[in-house]
Every structure is written in C-alpha cells, then in structure tokens.
C-alpha cells in the first residue's frame, strides 16, 4: 500500500511540474511583448482598463485607431505622436486575425 501511495504522490509531482513548465513556455505566459506602445499603455490606459481587458482584444489597425481616438475622446491624456504608438502596437501584436483567403477556383476539365 505504501508503495501505491509513492508512486501516486510521484506521478501527481510530476504531472504539476510538467504543467507548470508547459505553462511557462506558452506564448500567453510570456506576457505583453516590450516596446514603446507596451510603456504608453502601461502609463495612460491602466488607469481606466488593466490590461487582460486591452490584450484580450484582437483587431485591425483602423478599429484600433478608432478605439484609441474614442479613448482620447473620453479624456485618455495622449498626444497624437502617443497614439500611433499604442496603435501601431496593438496593430501589431493584437491585430486581427487574417482572413481566409478565397480558395482557388477549381480546376476545368
């Protein structure tokens, strides 16, 4: 019986550290990448959103800029110069998902 209870407590050791690594080397772990557009949200988005909240989103460039204006529009204190940086971030590396390309139309026999 003891050795069922070893060998239980082994595989549920193992099991919780091969997570945890799996964990670590996943994209999401790895968090936000650096960058200038990473600093600015830091500084002036944080206060209204945190940002799983901004991360969680993904669009185009034109839907970021348009929710960065409305942003500023609401009393977001960023310049213009600011904004397209957080939007060219966003863009970026939380940009849209590319739309499937039509396929081919099928051969003619």
Known sequence: MRNVLLT????????ALGARAFAA???AAAGPPPGP?????????IFCHNTAQIFSQHKSPEAWSATVEQMAGRGAEVSPEEMKTIVD???KNYGAPAAASPSAPPPKN
């Open 8 to 15: 239980v407590a082994a595989v549920t050791s193992l099991a």
């Open 25 to 27: 080397d996943s994209p």
């Open 37 to 45: 557009g990473l600093d600015l949200i830091n500084q002036r988005c």
């Open 89 to 91: 971030y966003l863009a």
